[in-house]
């Protein structure tokens, strides 16, 4: 089992480190799926709701930021350790003191700084990605990193609450989520390892906070990691802004919903994108690193999620109360979310000698997408409607696949264009080109022995061979 993970570019000694974010995420992910109709149903109006969502992801934008640098600087396990003890430590205050109160700048301040630790969390182990898989494999590396990530926030963040809620109600509901939430982080504190070199060792403190604000000062100064950051903020809209809406549309009649599942029974349709993601995440990953990384990110992910976004929306409008028809429309938003795997290692290579910084930009716009996404049916709820956001979902995504064009990455075995290079094939975590090769016969007069130096670009790999 060990040795198929490290097929797919996963090292043995990061292996318990992925299950662990899959199981912190899923005590992260379960109430994303109803909040906004409990905050409803407690009196509050829809745009409360989601404006708690919207802030919330703005805070873990912030934690995103800092987490790539910081990991870093100061070593991955103690940041993800510090995150998951603050994720823990909030969520404490907020169910047992925020929601009681039923003071909403209460709920949204206490709602809000929960949202700094996850990414810690996960982010922080990115770093540990970067230094301890060759970056051929990275992209498949990183497709399973977002397996686990839906497997918790997702898979396990929807059912399990879609199971609890009926029994024990939704408020009793949310303290489910601390045991998953601290399993994972026993698991971080014994089985996740430490940096491979930390960075910080040696530097002044003015010299940390340069390399901190390198994070965000790098979207400035490299266009590239720029756009990759935009395209990265559009990837997961849906993921952040569906939770918010679709519980009113289709479980509510408010804001112009209709009413026709359960909320139990959307949060099933929603998990099976998770579902999707589970094999997904993975594929592409693969896919990618083997076939090209741009153009399945430009088709499948862009594209693919551009139909999606209008999908969810109309099938039950056409098809009425029919959960088959709707796992159709989540199984389009599973394949399309995954498509996007190969972005962190499309930046770290934009930006070869300040990896951190890239790592933070990327995580700044994985933390922003939780803001803008929920940020938009805010901010048009009340003018354009639930159809009138399904729609600007889309044309972002249209806007994120014209972006794609812009970017060429020099992928080991491809040429500029993202076309693969004839004759190039794998051999352990290198990609050589056959076509460059360069072979050496040694001979032995005691035994038959040959040499084989296989190049490609700078790089060289020596196969020795006994006949």
């Known amino acids: 089992m060990i040795r198929l993970f490290e097929k797919f570019g996963i090292p043995r000694t990061l292996l318990l480190g992925f299950l662990a974010v899959a199981i912190f995420m899923t005590g992260d992910g379960f109430e994303l799926t109803f909040l906004s109709k409990y905050m409803v149903d407690q009196g509050f109006t829809a745009s409360q709701a989601s404006l708690l969502v919207t802030v919330y992801g703005l805070f873990a934008a912030l934690g995103g930021w800092t987490a790539g640098v910081l990991a870093e600087m100061f070593g991955a396990r103690r940041v993800m350790m510090f995150g998951a003890c603050w994720w ?18 209460f709920i949204l301040g206490i709602y809000a700084v929960r949202g700094i630790g996850y990414p810690l969390f996960i982010y922080s182990f990115v770093v540990l990605m970067a230094q301890y898989i060759p970056p051929a494999r990275l992209a498949s590396a990183t497709g399973f990193f977002w397996t686990c990530f839906s497997l918790g926030i997702g898979v396990f963040g929807a059912y399990l609450p879609s199971y609890i809620m009926p029994h024990f109600g939704e408020y ?19 089985c996740v390892p430490k940096n491979k070199v930390v960075k910080g060792d040696g530097l002044s ?19 590239k990691i720029a756009i990759c950051a935009v395209i990265r903020i559009i990837n997961n809209l849906l993921l952040y802004g569906f939770p918010v809406i679709m519980p009113l549309y289709l ?18 349709i929603w998990g099976f994108v998770f579902v999707v993601t589970l094999i997904f995440n993975t ?9 090209g990384w741009v153009w399945p990110m430009r ?36 394949i399309g979310t995954c498509a996007f795997s190969c972005l962190p290692t499309i930046m770290t290579l934009e930006a070869p000698d ?5 790592l933070s930009a990327y995580n700044l716009a994985a933390g922003l997408t939780t803001f803008v996404g929920p940020g938009i049916a805010t901010v048009l709820l009340p003018v354009i409607g639930i159809e009138g ?12 696949l014209l972006l794609t064009f812009t970017l060429h990455p020099k992928q080991p075995g491809f040429d500029e264009k993202g076309r693969r290079i004839p004759g190039a094939r794998t051999i352990g975590d290198e990609l050589v080109e056959e076509a460059e090769q360069e072979v050496t016969l040694v001979a032995d007069s005691s035994s038959e022995s040959e040499s084989r130096t296989i190049a490609s670009g700078t790089k060289t790999t020596k196969v020795m061979a006994t006949a």
């Open 251 to 268: 479980c509510t009649t408010k804001y112009g919903g209709i009413n026709i599942f359960k909320t139990e029974e959307w949060m099933r």
């Open 283 to 291: 594929f592409w990953g693969w896919f990618m690193d083997r076939f």
């Open 389 to 400: 956001i399904c729609w600007t979902y889309a044309a972002l995504y249209v806007v994120a």
């Open 88 to 105: 823990i430590g909030v969520h404490l205050v907020f169910l047992g003191l925020a929601l009681p109160s039923g003071i909403y700048p």
């Open 172 to 190: 009793r509901t949310f303290w489910f989520a601390l045991p998953f939430s601290i399993v994972g982080t026993i698991m971080c504190f014994f």
């Open 354 to 358: 300040k990896q951190g910084a890239a």
């Open 205 to 223: 403190t003015a010299e940390k906070l340069k390399e901190l604000t390198d994070g965000a000062t790098i979207l400035f100064t490299n266009r």
């Open 299 to 334: 088709w499948f992910g862009c594209g693919v999620l551009a139909v999606g976004s209008v999908l969810f929306y109309y099938m039950p409008r056409w098809f009425g109360p029919n959960t088959l028809m709707m796992i159709v429309a989540s199984i389009v938003v599973g």
